[in-house]
């Protein structure tokens, strides 16, 4: 019984147990040799809070935040590569990546607060598989792919349709992240994000949405549109990208395309919002994101 106003420990650490493999071989020869009992620990932002709660059911987990294979920023010809172990503060502090990759960019800055971005990694942001997650639209919009590694070698697959369902996703027992793929942006792309939550920072999305469009005599030549938290997994709104695509940049194109959004995003009531509001905010920030786009 714990003394009065001493803190309350909801888990019971000594049933926990963290190894740190030697490095990437060790770690996968380990998740191979036993699937699914080794679970990766990056920067443990996500699993801490589990841990807090006396919800974090796994026991057994491998430290991988020291693998040098995970880790970096590159671009290289046509890729921007990131490793999974990319912290939001490496990501904000890149210049090259803020000059190109301006949605990652601004989701990396308004995820959590300053200790969170020094340990929360874009790998296990992925991984995590929230819904309300703050990189993924951006990931989505860019056409990002990712590097699956096991003992059995490597695979890519692209990041739209890795997540199947709510906290469903396509990485065996066995498989890690390794690093994300970005195609660079083509010049002339016009970028927005906004992240709406109750408060500027450590706030969880109500509303996420990335989108980029090339405008060429003031018609919407392509679009690229992707929010968060409005459907079980992060959600491109193909549809509303049809409706604009070839449009001039008007109110008639705007309005038909915030009706298409509006039967094409499944936003949900939960503690954090409502889905009447998610819908509203999601239109209105479609309407902005036009606008930003018109002004150049
Ligand atoms: C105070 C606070 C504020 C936050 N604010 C935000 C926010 O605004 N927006 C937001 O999106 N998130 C937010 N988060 C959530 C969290 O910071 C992010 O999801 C972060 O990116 C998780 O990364 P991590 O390295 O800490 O993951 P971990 O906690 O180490 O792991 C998370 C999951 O990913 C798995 N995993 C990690 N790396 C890999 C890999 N390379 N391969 C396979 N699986 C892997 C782990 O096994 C685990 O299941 C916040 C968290 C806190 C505590």
């Not at 974090?56 to 290289?76: K, M, Q, T, V, Y």
């Not at 030549?221 to 008007?250: C, F, M, N, Q, Y």
Request: a positive charge; proline letters at 5%.
């Amino acid at each position: 019984m714990p003394r009065r106003g001493a803190a309350r420990v909801r888990s019971y650490l000594p049933a926990y147990h963290l190894e740190a493999p030697r490095d990437l071989s060790d770690a996968l020869e380990r998740m191979a040799r036993e699937p699914g009992v080794w679970q990766p620990f990056a920067g443990g932002t996500d699993l801490m809070v589990l841990l807090e709660a006396g919800k974090l059911a796994h026991r057994d987990f491998l430290s991988i935040w020291n693998i040098p294979e995970l880790s970096g920023i590159e671009i290289a010809g046509e890729y921007a590569f990131l490793g999974a172990l990319t912290t939001y503060t490496e990501i904000r502090g890149h210049s090259a990546l803020a000059r190109e990759f301006l949605l990652l960019c601004r989701a990396a800055a308004e995820t959590g607060g300053m200790a969170t971005q020094n340990r929360g990694t874009i790998g296990g942001n992925i991984a995590n598989a929230s819904p309300a997650a703050d990189t993924p639209p951006a990931l989505v919009v860019y056409d990002a792919e990712l590097e699956l590694v096991s003992a059995k070698g490597s695979r890519w697959v692209p990041y739209r349709g890795f997540h199947s369902g709510y906290k469903e996703m396509d990485l065996g027992s066995d498989e890690l992240i390794r690093r994300v793929r970005l195609p660079r942006v083509k010049a002339g792309w016009k970028q927005y994000y906004r992240k709406v939550g109750t408060r500027r920072a450590q706030a969880i999305s109500k509303v996420c949405f990335a989108g980029a469009a090339l405008v060429e005599s003031g018609r919407i030549k392509d679009v690229r549109i992707a929010l968060g938290s409005v459907a079980p997994t992060v959600l491109r709104a193909h549809e509303t990208e049809k409706i604009l695509r070839g449009e001039e940049l008007a109110q008639p194109a705007l309005e038909l395309a915030q009706n298409v959004l509006g039967r094409e995003i499944a936003p949900i009531d939960d503690m954090r919002s409502t889905a009447r509001y998610r819908l509203r905010v999601a239109q209105n920030l479609l309407a902005e994101f036009l606008e930003v786009v018109a002004a150049g």
